[in-house]
């Protein structure tokens, strides 16, 4: 069955950088793209952009431009996230999701805490 | 594209109808999909196209709608579909989700 497995939560001081793992399975992994979305405690769902999972590249809404990156381990079905310079405001839950070409997201990761907190 | 939703929350008995709206800034041409999230959980889809059905999702769940209007019934409330529901457009870049719909048992 098609699955995302996230890592887990993570615990971070303001300034210092996280990644953040997404692992695909059950489904070829270059045939969807992934895209991320960023939930702050008790808020509604962010859009931060998506990679292309074929060629790799990375598109990031304008919120997310600078210290989001976005990247691959193809070989390992893996999309990752990476957030620099950590921030307070960037405590929240970051989900995967695999995008279908139908424009709606069929499949979520279990999402991942990132508390900044010093 | 800016999504509205409404209401912001809303309780229902249980068996009784409900149903919860979004407004999208320009025509989406259906292109709005509909969520359901549980505390702690990720979001699960429930309708896509505005109106088609995701395998797995009970029929009391139907979406409808087009142009800019669009809305999510749920025919008879029952106890497993509290929590938030939102809606997303999928036409343009950046996809915009609505600020979310907190049901509850009344």
């Known amino acids: 069955q098609i699955q995302l497995v996230q890592s887990g939560p993570e615990l971070k001081k303001p300034g210092e950088s996280v990644k953040i793992s997404c692992k695909a399975s059950g489904y070829t992994f270059t045939d969807y793209a992934m895209h991320w979305v960023k939930q702050a405690p008790g808020k509604g769902l962010k859009w931060m952009g998506w990679?292309?999972?074929?060629?790799?590249?990375?598109t990031y809404a304008d919120d997310f431009k600078g210290r989001f990156v976005f990247s691959l381990e193809a070989s390992a079905s893996t999309a990752n996230l990476q957030i620099s310079n950590l921030k307070n405001e960037d405590t929240a839950t970051y989900f995967c999701?695999?995008?279908?070409?139908?424009?709606?997201?069929?499949?979520w990761g279990q999402g991942v805490m990132v508390t900044v907190s010093s | 594209i800016q999504v509205t939703q409404s209401p912001t929350s809303l309780s229902a008995s249980l068996g009784e109808t409900v149903t919860i709206q979004c407004r999208a800034s320009?025509?989406?041409?259906?292109?709005l999909a509909w969520y359901q999230q549980k505390p702690g959980k990720s979001p699960q889809l429930l309708i896509y196209?505005?109106?088609s059905l995701q395998d797995g999702v009970p029929s009391r769940f139907s979406g409808s709608g087009s142009g800019t209007q669009y809305s999510l019934k749920i025919s008879s409330m029952q106890t497993e579909d509290e929590g938030v529901y939102f809606c997303q457009q999928g036409l343009k870049y950046p996809l915009t989700f609505g600020s979310g719909t907190k049901l509850e048992i009344k």
């Open positions: 196209g505005a109106s």
């Open positions: 999701a695999r995008y279908n070409s139908g424009y709606y997201f069929d499949y």
């Open positions: 320009e025509d989406i041409y259906s292109g």
């Open positions: 990679i292309n999972t074929y060629t790799g590249k990375p």
